[in-house]
């Protein structure tokens, strides 16, 4: 057998071993890289993924392979950050069930915030593979976890997804999702009502106990002496803590140091924006769970439009849909940019063009605004032209081929091309990454 056999095999095993979300989380991502006769090398996005791989999972690779080869035969695991994280399919829902569905109550599980219809892009696949790993073992990967990041990035998403993965697999583990504002109010009825030894059992009982929004204890002392004891019981007794926050601990003030130093026991991992690619999946699994579908053009002017948080997202394509509905009338770009004007009116100050962004590009740069246009192939402007497309990409409405249009009558490819390789050189080089943010920052203001 070959390298590609034998991995391919070994995937194909690890497949039917392994539950659905596992294998997608740790294994859809990997890429056999050298095959050497007595190793297979196989490489994985980021070496959180090494790690737990190698600590997990190594011993059933070797198994695997040695019932393929018949024999002896090593697994040496790499990193390869140009390695994209898997981003599993949607698992379709009834468009009535998504639209009327209540909420559950706030310390309840939402059923719609599992790891199968969370869209993993570069912006999350650490704190969802974190969120995973506790969940595949809790309270012995790590404890706490600790979610931090902007509203509407998918951080109750990722908490909740833990308590239906961990409630799935053995229902008799007691798991607890609150918010830190129902632990606070039950605080404050326990006291006021003489039944501390009550929220003591509902708060110190649970196999796992997940809080939200965990910023919301800063100032409030007696909360925070009651959340340190509890924290405490359910770390010495081994049980699993997970914490969400729009800040890191580091930036909770005041916050008791204690306090903080426990949230640093675990592990601290952070959920950035999504990038283009990423909002665009999000649209796309929102529309196959709500069975329809909207032309491509209106799915990019809206992702788009809509960087930074993914409940906004969401809620924007929601409204579209209704008036589609409610109006009979077919979605197209022009009736999208008027029934949203008002939403984009609000979530952006100015309108940006690509004339704008090659301006702003040309000068951070050192070249002419003229130079964007014409077609020659000088190093010194080249470079620049392919981050004025890669940024008109990320911040504009136009499409692939008016941008294109724009730089001299280019092709689309070329603006795709010229996007993958400014998305690619980012990641290796803080330099460009800087350089980029003060230029998206002048183009923003």
Not at 244 to 263: G, Y
Not at 325 to 354: N, P, Q
Request: glycine residues 4%; negative net charge.
């Amino acid at each position: 057998m070959s390298g590609d056999e034998i991995w391919q095999a070994v995937l194909s095993g690890l497949e039917k071993t392994l539950n659905k979300q596992s294998f997608e989380t740790w294994f859809v991502p990997t890429k056999l890289v050298r095959y050497t006769g007595s190793a297979l090398e196989v490489a994985v996005p980021n070496k959180f993924c090494l790690d737990w791989i190698k600590e997990h999972y190594v011993p059933l690779i070797t198994e695997i392979i040695k019932g393929l080869a018949e024999k002896e035969m090593g697994i040496v695991l790499s990193v390869d950050e140009s390695i994209k994280p898997a981003m599993p399919p949607p698992e379709p829902l009834p468009i009535q069930q998504v639209l009327h569905t209540p909420p559950p109550p706030v310390d309840e599980l939402n059923p719609k915030y599992i790891f199968e219809n969370f869209v993993v892009g570069e912006n999350n696949h650490f704190a969802q593979a974190a969120s995973l790993a506790v969940a595949e073992i809790p309270a012995e990967a790590y404890n706490p976890l600790f979610i931090y990041g902007k509203v509407g990035l998918g951080k109750t998403h990722l908490l909740q997804a833990i308590g239906h993965f961990i409630k799935k697999r053995n229902p008799a583990i007691k798991v607890k999702y609150v918010s830190s504002e129902k632990f606070t109010n039950d605080f404050i009825d326990g006291i006021a009502h003489n039944q501390m030894e009550n929220f003591r059992n509902v708060y110190r009982t649970p196999d796992v106990l997940l809080i939200d929004d965990i910023q919301f204890i800063v100032e409030k002392e007696r909360v925070q002496e009651e959340f340190f004891h509890t924290f405490n019981e359910l770390h010495e007794s081994h049980r699993q803590i997970v914490l969400s926050s729009d800040r890191a601990p580091k930036e909770m003030v005041p916050l008791e140091e204690r306090i903080r130093s426990r949230f640093e026991w675990g592990l601290i991992v952070d959920i950035q924006s999504p990038d283009l690619e990423t909002r665009i999946a999000i649209l796309r699994k929102k529309m196959e769970a709500e069975g329809t579908e909207i032309p491509e053009d209106v799915v990019v002017y809206i992702a788009n439009r809509i960087k930074y948080n993914i409940r906004e997202l969401e809620g924007t394509l929601t409204k579209l849909l209704a008036y589609s509905s409610l109006m009979k009338k077919d979605i197209t770009l022009s009736m999208a940019r008027d029934v949203l004007k008002e939403i984009f009116s609000l979530d952006s100050g100015k309108e940006i063009s690509v004339e704008l962004v090659q301006r702003v590009v040309a000068r951070a740069f050192g070249i002419r605004f003229e130079d964007m246009k014409v077609k020659r192939r000088d190093r010194e402007i080249v470079f620049p032209r392919q981050v004025a497309m890669y940024l008109a990409r990320e911040l504009t409405d136009f499409s692939l081929p008016e941008i294109g249009r724009e730089f001299g009558k280019r092709d689309h490819t070329t603006v795709i091309h010229s996007y993958n390789k400014v998305q690619e050189k980012l990641k290796a080089d803080p330099e460009l990454y800087n350089k980029l943010k003060k230029i998206r920052e002048e183009l923003e203001k």
